[in-house]
Nanobody, 129 residues
Framework: QVPLVESGGGSVQAGGSLTLSCGIPSGTGYRYNSLGWFRQAPGKEREGIAAIFGTTTYYSDFAGGYSDSPKGRFTISKAQNTLFLQMNDLKAEDTAMYYC??????????????????WGQGTQVTVSS
């Protein structure tokens, strides 16, 4: 099990912003070529938000829907061994547990949760209206 560790969640009012961080352990023992952010609201399935595959970023439709183009409210980025998710103009429907994950992908399943093998424990984001 790869100990990915998320942080940065919390409670915020609608319209506010949060930046989530995910520490990615370095070293041998596992391989990955894709890093992603996912979320799961109570009673709903886990869904992909954004992913970085190599140097290319991908966003789900609700998060902008264009690769390498964070035109939505979410922006994924990576610096050394930390993965970030910048979230702006948060809405009540963004309330969920947010997870970072890593995978060694062989196809374009960048935003498919079931293709990711390594997960963090999650960080809760609560948006009040």
């Amino acid at each position: 099990q790869v100990p990915l560790v998320e942080s940065g969640g919390g409670s915020v009012q609608a319209g506010g912003s949060l930046t989530l961080s995910c520490g990615i352990p370095s070293g041998t023992g596992y391989r990955y070529n894709s890093l992603g952010w996912f979320r799961q609201a109570p009673g709903k399935e886990r869904e992909g938000i954004a992913a970085i595959f190599g140097t290319t970023t991908y966003y789900s439709d609700f998060a902008g829907g264009y690769s390498d183009s964070p035109k939505g409210r979410f922006t994924i980025s990576k610096a050394q061994n930390t993965l970030f998710l910048q979230m702006n103009d948060l809405k009540a429907e963004d309330t969920a547990m947010y997870y970072c994950a890593a995978a060694l992908l062989t196809g374009n399943f960048y935003l498919s949760p079931h293709k990711y093998a390594y997960w963090g424990q999650g960080t809760q984001v609560t948006v009040s209206s």
